[in-house]
């Protein structure tokens, strides 16, 4: 058995918003609001880096728990802008934190990764060779945005989350997970040097998103994928006191709400203040909902990815922090 024990967030200072975007591409704060639900949003600086911003989300962690991770004996990080393709974060945070004896395995699974992480965590946990493990997810995605294209570049902003997980009462209720590969052709990052029989995949390297196809099958599949999720739980929607999914967009969340028919105000979002976080999104969701109180101990919470692959995973846990 596994449960979440600790818990910790950061957020870059430097914050762009939505006048900022007035000045470099066609659009305006009432368009960018009416379309995401996006004010503002927070952006690495220059040597801000996804390791740096994960490692100041684990000290949160410690701060917050008095935690320990010198024992910390595996580190799972879900990032899609990761500091270079190798050596992976997580090897950068078993680094830079004095980490001595931990596997270090990084998620490519955008904005599902930090639920797929949780997963895996869990897996690890309640397999009974680990007894704790961080799970992060990280992203520095505006160094991945193309701020010439106005489709893209009002949607990203940088963040991290941290939890860890160690053998307890059993916290985790049930897990989901698919994938439509058809449509990875939607939502992509390439480097700029990848091609295919010689063909540039993405010449500029930056994120490339078709909002319209993932807006429909985010709507088309996410409420299914949670009602399907609550029944593996043994439970009714009524049982679940919040549903906490990807922000990545407000009016994606506006939808899933009335297609559920869930009230909006028990499904916390990131989106507002920090735009579309990937790997981040949920535990910045997460920390902003236990600051305005509807996150607590004892509530049964759903979380859910849904990102780049198209792929999703969902997760029913007690939260107990």
């Known amino acids: 058995m596994a449960k979440i024990t600790a818990f910790g967030t950061y957020v870059p200072e430097r914050i762009l918003d939505n006048k900022y975007f007035e000045e470099i591409v066609d659009t305006n704060d009432e368009w960018i609001v009416s379309r995401t639900g996006i004010h ?3 952006v690495a600086a220059k040597n801000e880096f996804t390791s740096n911003l994960a490692i100041k ?3 949160n962690l410690q701060e917050r728990s008095g935690k320990s991770i010198a024992d910390v004996d595996y580190i799972i990080v879900a990032t899609t802008t990761p500091d270079q393709p190798m050596p992976n974060v997580a090897s950068r945070i078993q680094f830079k934190l004095d980490i001595q004896n931990a596997g270090c395995n990084d998620v490519y699974a955008a904005c599902a990764g930090f639920v797929y992480g949780l997963q895996l965590g869990n897996g690890l946990v309640e397999s009974g060779f680990y007894k704790k493990v961080l799970v992060v997810g990280a992203e520095s995605l505006s160094r991945a945005t193309d701020y010439s294209d106005r489709t893209t570049c009002l949607l990203f902003g940088d963040g991290a989350g941290a939890v860890m997980i160690e053998p307890g009462a059993n916290e985790f209720m049930a897990f989901n997970s698919g994938t439509s ?3 990875g052709q939607d939502l992509y990052l390439s480097h700029d040097k990848d091609s295919i029989n010689g063909v540039a995949i993405n010449p500029n390297g930056m994120i490339v998103q078709n909002g319209r196809q993932v807006f429909k099958w985010a709507v088309g599949n996410i409420p299914i994928k949670i009602k399907e999720l609550i029944a593996r739980a043994n439970l009714t929607m009524d049982d679940i006191d919040l549903i906490i999914p990807h922000s990545a967009n407000l009016r994606i969340l506006e939808a899933i709400s009335k297609e559920l028919d869930y ?3 028990r499904i916390p979002e990131s989106i507002s203040d920090n735009g579309n976080t990937s790997s981040a999104s949920i ?3 997460i920390e902003k909902a236990m600051k305005d109180g509807r996150l607590t101990k ?3 919470i759903l979380t859910i990815g849904f990102g780049g692959g198209l792929t999703f ?6 939260w107990n922090l």
């Open 40 to 42: 503002t949003r927070h």
């Open 57 to 59: 989300a684990i000290k």
């Open 181 to 183: 590969g058809e449509y």
């Open 263 to 265: 009230p909006m105000e």
């Open 283 to 285: 535990p910045l969701a």
């Open 298 to 300: 004892g509530k049964t």
């Open 313 to 318: 995973a969902g997760a029913v846990l007690k």
